[in-house]
């Protein structure tokens, strides 16, 4: 007992060269390769998802655009903090793969994302990402608590406005929110 | 799929290396907030945003810290007291037996539960109602 709760992830383990070999196939300058390198690590889920997270942090442009576009088809919440830093990626292919794998996370990305938008230090870039992430989940049941956020990203003060806006969204979801939806160690959730 | 090598020393290793070396992922230093969802959580968040360089993680219960350690390499780490005391005490203790390069608050209640913590091997133990410039102090001695 005491070793599962010791953070040893057997599955992480158990597949750890397989996914070493395929996130090496990222690197691939053969497009089929990399397409298929990354289905099988969205298969194996949550042991390949602590080297894609790395992966968003390559020097390389493809590596990075791999890793956000499978860590997007996951769709594991421990991956939304690594998301939103790439939010501010140099390229702009990478920040919409980003925003739309918060999307994709829903509700259980957003912890991430609004505790992000409460630093001083706010890119236009984090701010840009943010609205493409809230504008689409704020057409949902999320209108409520989401659309105070919209409106101070959209403001002319956003640095001023956005932080604390922020800060009741967060609370507001958090009272209203089911326990499987936090973020947290839940089973990863992957899409066919 | 043949051209795919198993390379222990490949470009996962030395991604995951760099970031347990330095707790930093694209310049900044990540800080896991473990408590269940309330407003000390949210509030401390609030806090630690507005110093430069952290990015804050939070997560609800011990197992998910877990997972978020292995991910981001946290170079601190705030952990509730309300959460279950023999879950804090292994953590702290795993930690230390695994040398992870990361430092530990823990929030107490009272007095008691800060000697308690003390004596877990927390690095800092805070009050709660702790003033906003104690957790700044706090978090400029622990950090690089």
Redesign the interface.
């Known amino acids: 007992m005491?070793e599962e709760?010791?953070?040893s992830?057997p599955a992480?383990e158990d597949q750890g060269?397989a996914?070493?070999?395929?996130?090496?196939?990222l690197?691939?300058s053969?497009g089929m390769?990399r397409t298929?390198?990354r289905r099988?690590l969205v298969r194996i889920g949550r042991p390949a998802?602590?080297?894609l997270?790395?992966?968003?942090?390559?020097p390389s442009k493809r590596?990075r655009w791999e890793a956000a576009k499978a860590l997007a088809e996951i769709g594991d919440p421990?991956?939304a903090?690594?998301l939103v830093?790439a939010l501010?990626d140099n390229e702009a292919d990478i920040r919409w793969l980003a925003a739309e794998g918060l999307i994709a996370l829903g509700r259980s990305g957003l912890?991430?994302l609004l505790?992000?938008l409460?630093?001083?230090?706010t890119s236009v870039w984090r701010r840009e990402g943010a609205h493409h992430v809230l504008h689409d989940l704020a057409r949902g049941e999320l209108h409520d608590q989401l659309a105070p956020v919209l409106a101070a990203l959209e403001s002319v003060h956003p640095d001023s406005q956005v932080?604390q806006a922020a800060?009741v969204a967060?609370?507001s979801l958090?009272e209203s929110?089911p326990s499987q939806a936090?973020?947290?160690?839940s089973a990863p959730v992957t899409r066919k | 799929?043949s051209?795919?090598?198993?390379?222990?020393d490949?470009?996962?290793?030395q991604?995951?290396s760099?970031?347990a070396e330095n707790g930093i992922?694209?310049g900044?230093i990540?800080v896991l907030i473990v408590a269940e969802?309330?407003?000390l959580r949210?509030s401390l968040?609030?806090l630690l945003?507005?110093m430069?360089r952290l990015?804050?993680?939070?997560?609800?219960?011990?197992?998910?810290a877990?997972?978020?350690?292995?991910?981001?390499h946290p170079a601190l780490l705030f952990v509730d007291l309300d959460l279950p005391g023999d879950?804090v005490q292994?953590l702290l203790r795993?930690l230390s037996a695994?040398a992870y390069a990361v430092r530990s608050i823990l929030l107490a209640n009272d007095v008691q539960q800060q000697k308690w913590a003390e004596a877990a091997g927390a690095d800092m133990v805070l009050l709660k109602g702790f003033p906003a410039s104690r957790l700044t102090a706090t978090v400029g001695r622990l950090l690089p």
């Open positions: 005491a709760r010791s953070g992830d992480r060269p996914v070493r070999a395929l996130i090496a196939a690197h691939s053969d390769e298929e390198a099988l998802v602590y080297a997270i790395a992966g968003l942090s390559s590596m421990i991956a903090p690594a830093i501010e912890a991430a505790g992000a409460m630093g001083s230090d932080p800060l967060l609370s958090q929110a936090r973020l947290g160690p | 799929m051209a795919i090598r198993v390379d222990a490949g470009p996962v290793n991604m995951e760099i970031a992922v694209r900044g990540w969802p309330c407003s949210n968040q609030a945003a507005t430069p990015r804050v993680i939070q997560v609800d219960s011990i197992q998910a877990w997972v978020a350690i292995e991910c981001y879950e292994h795993q695994r």
